[in-house]
């Protein structure tokens, strides 16, 4: 066995572990347990989706890691809403900023992970080389799927009312749902820019296995 291989055996189960134990720990007391569900949904989702096809087809390390940690920062949204996350309220207080802003981390998140999914979808079934287009269609694909999501909150807040009004988490920023798209925009762009080189190594190792 490679050390490669090594490592990824170790690290994956941890990874995956921490990411169920807090998803369990979020939803023993949330702050609001219809918010909960609705932020934790994507990861109820994404883990047991995970552990299927890392064991049927291998996922690289690092797009592992990216969802685990993304499944984490939905839950954290979900335990506390986004607007009273106590380490937006301590960097708010430390940078002097006008609100709680772990929301606009939790977008960029949301380009960064889907950015790396699209592009190892995307190689792997062969349906682009790499090269720009490659880049612009994963960056395309995250500002589609940010867009879809910014959709999705106004049907459910349409639908639900005030319920909804933790999950939206605007905060009172009548430019909230720009912020959103364009943080998750650059979250894609600084993916693609920073992990496109160790995510190909990754990727031959498991062509070659």
């Known amino acids: ?15 995956f572990v921490a990411a169920l134990t807090y998803l369990i720990i979020s939803g023993l007391d949330p702050k ?14 994404a883990l047991p989706a995970l552990s299927y096809f890392d064991r049927k087809y291998g996922v690289t390390l690092v797009l592992y890691l990216l969802i685990c940690v993304h499944c984490v920062v939905l839950c954290v949204g979900g335990q506390y809403t986004y607007a009273e996350v106590p380490a937006g309220f301590w960097f708010r207080d430390w940078l002097g900023l006008d ?7 939790a977008h960029v998140i949301q380009g960064l992970q889907p950015a790396i ?13 790499r090269g720009f287009w490659l880049s612009l269609f994963c960056i395309s694909l995250c500002l589609a799927f940010s867009a879809f999501y910014e959709i999705v909150e106004w049907w ?6 005030e319920a909804a009004d933790s999950f939206l988490g605007t905060q009172g920023d009548p430019w909230d749902t720009q912020w959103d ?5 650059l979250g894609s762009v600084a993916a693609i820019l920073t992990l496109s080189r160790v ?11």
């Open 181 to 185: 798209m364009f943080l998750a925009f």
């Open 32 to 45: 609001d347990r219809f918010t909960w569900l609705l932020e934790s949904l994507p990861a109820l989702l």
């Open 199 to 209: 995510h190909d190594r990754q990727l031959a190792q498991l062509e070659f296995d």
């Open 117 to 129: 999914l699209a592009r190892e979808v995307l190689l792997r079934k062969r349906v682009l080389p």
């Open 156 to 161: 459910t807040a349409a639908i639900t009312g």
């Open 99 to 105: 609100r709680n802003h772990y929301d606009r981390f």
């Open 1 to 15: 066995m490679l050390a490669s291989e090594i490592v990824m055996s170790a690290i994956k189960p941890i990874l």
